[in-house]
């Protein structure tokens, strides 16, 4: 049962690692295309997207803290908060 419930951890980790990432290079993208686009309709619907992608991001993090808190000896979830502060951090720096 121990054996499950770690490839479980596992896997909701992987899963989260890979969705930061996605987040990550689709946030980079839309801001290019803000820098660059001139049509307001398509402006405004990038940036609905980019608030939906950061509304992700933070439960993401709240969710990676969350299991980290629960197991902090578990190198998995470590390694899933710290990716998510790296992308948050990353994040603030481009917001600026």
Same mark, same amino acid.
């Given at each position: 049962m121990k054996?499950n419930l770690?490839?479980?951890?596992e896997?909701?980790?992987? =899963?989260?690692?890979?969705?930061? !990432?996605?987040?990550?290079?689709?946030t $980079?993208?839309i801001?290019?295309s803000l820098k660059?686009c001139h049509?307001k309709t398509l402006?405004?619907?990038? $940036?609905?997207?980019l608030?939906k992608?950061n509304e992700?991001?933070h439960?993401?993090?709240?969710? =990676? !803290?969350?299991?980290?808190?629960?197991?902090?000896q578990?190198l998995?979830?470590?390694?899933?908060?710290?990716i998510?502060k790296?992308?948050?951090?990353f994040?603030?720096?481009l917001?600026?």
């Amino acid at each position: 049962m121990k054996q499950n419930l770690f490839s479980y951890s596992e896997s909701i980790v992987l =899963s989260l690692c890979k969705e930061i !990432e996605f987040i990550r290079i689709r946030t $980079k993208n839309i801001n290019t295309s803000l820098k660059t686009c001139h049509n307001k309709t398509l402006s405004k619907r990038l $940036k609905l997207e980019l608030d939906k992608l950061n509304e992700n991001r933070h439960k993401i993090l709240i969710i =990676s !803290e969350t299991m980290f808190k629960r197991n902090s000896q578990n190198l998995s979830f470590e390694f899933l908060l710290e990716i998510t502060k790296r992308y948050n951090s990353f994040q603030q720096i481009l917001d600026q």
